[in-house]
T-cell receptor, first 116, second 110 residues
Framework: NAGVTQTPKFRVLKTGQSMTLLCAQDMNHEYMYWYRQDPGMGLRLIHYSVGEGTTAKGEVPDGYNVSRLKKQNFLLGLESAAPSQTSVYFC???????????????FGEGSWLTVV | DAKTTQPTSMDCAEGRAANLPCNHSTISGNEYVYWYRQIHSQGPQYIIHGLKNNETNEMASLIITEDRKSSTLILPHATLRDTAVYYCIVYTGTASKLTFGTGTRLQVTL
């Protein structure tokens, strides 16, 4: 019963280094998302994807890139990490919303990233 | 998507019902009301959602006013494990993008 799995769970980066966060879901969901959460704040959407091969910008996309080469995976990349990107990152997935029933988005357990 | 307003924090005694209010006065006809919660710094957990009618599941009940401008999440018998931040979110389902506010921090006490 994996659901949404994020790797790595913890990472410390030096300023200017690059890294990729991997999100994998085993529920065959079309939609996938990357959020970040800073202390005392709600989650903010970075990028999202409505299907394999598609990506779109969310609320705070600057400094991040994403790819969705396979339906089950959604990668979040930091090309040149900055201290302002120190945060907790959450991946999520869900089916398309239906007007008659709505839908449910499922979240991973988070990836703690510190940039020094 | 419509904006929501929630109290910053609430307390509830263990075993009592926790009633968490949410105002969404600008909600449109096709927007659902969703509730998620976040325990400590874990990933948000889905609780319940509704459009017009009241809804109940194994976790909670959702009461939506007739004009749909506000709703209340009810945890019928709160336990210490229900201590969390509760988010009320309204969205249409277009790309299903959730917009999180700062939520209500519910503290359940003995």
């Amino acid at each position: 019963n994996a659901g949404v799995t994020q790797t790595p769970k913890f990472r410390v980066l030096k300023t200017g280094q690059s890294m990729t966060l991997l999100c994998a879901q085993d529920m065959n969901h079309e939609y996938m998302y990357w959020y970040r959460q800073d202390p005392g704040m709600g989650l903010r959407l970075i990028h999202y994807s409505v299907g394999e091969g598609t990506t779109a910008k969310g609320e705070v996309p600057d400094g991040y890139n994403v790819s969705r080469l396979k339906k089950q995976n959604f990668l979040l990349g930091l090309e040149s990490a900055a201290p302002s990107q120190t945060s907790v990152y959450f991946c999520a997935s869900g089916p398309p919303g239906r007007r008659s029933t709505g839908n449910t988005i499922y979240f991973g357990e988070g990836s703690w990233l510190t940039v020094v | 998507d419509a904006k929501t307003t929630q109290p910053t924090s609430m307390d509830c005694a263990e075993g009592r019902a926790a009633n968490l209010p949410c105002n969404h006065s600008t909600i449109s006809g096709n927007e659902y009301v969703y509730w998620y919660r976040q325990i400590h710094s874990q990933g948000p957990q889905y609780i319940i959602h509704g459009l017009k009618n009241n809804e109940t599941n194994e976790m909670a009940s959702l009461i939506i006013t007739e004009d749909r401008k506000s709703s209340t999440l009810i945890l019928p018998h709160a336990t210490l494990r229900d201590t969390a931040v509760y988010y009320c979110i309204v969205y249409t389902g277009t790309a299903s993008k959730l917009t999180f506010g700062t939520g209500t921090r519910l503290q359940v006490t003995l």
